[in-house]
Nanobody, 126 residues
Framework: QVRLVESGGGLVQAGGSLRLSCVASGRTFSTYAMGWFRQAPGKEREFVGVISWSGDSRYYADPVKGRFTISRDKAKNTMYLEMNSLKPEDTAVYYC???????????????????WGQGTQVTVSS
């Protein structure tokens, strides 16, 4: 079964840090860009950041730029989201997703992803 599984969410105080993991199983995901999205209560899902298939390029949404860092370990078929200086507005369910196009650089658009994890909750208290 091909799937993505996120973990690492939890409750943290404002200013704290968390590291999310996204483990891919069922086949290799090393030739696809991987993205992170999030959905806050009552809001639409939004783009957080993406890492290219090679890992050489990344880009982020403005609200998280400078605070969040994406990385990937191809040997472990795992992607990470390091979140620092967390704010209450970062509270959301965080999802990882696989890009549709092999050897892609990534995209901000949800429609460019075709495999999603179940999400992990991140709650930041003030």
């Amino acid at each position: 079964q091909v799937r993505l599984v996120e973990s690492g969410g939890g409750l943290v105080q404002a200013g704290g840090s968390l590291r999310l993991s996204c483990v891919a199983s069922g086949r290799t995901f090393s030739t696809y860009a991987m993205g992170w999205f999030r959905q806050a209560p009552g809001k639409e899902r939004e783009f957080v950041g993406v890492i290219s298939w090679s890992g050489d390029s990344r880009y982020y949404a403005d609200p998280v730029k400078g605070r969040f860092t994406i990385s990937r370990d191809k040997a472990k078929n795992t992607m990470y989201l390091e979140m620092n200086s967390l704010k209450p507005e970062d509270t959301a369910v965080y999802y990882c997703a696989e890009g549709k196009t092999p050897y892609g650089s990534g995209s901000r658009r949800e429609n460019d992803y075709n495999l999603w994890g179940q999400g992990t909750q991140v709650t930041v208290s003030s």
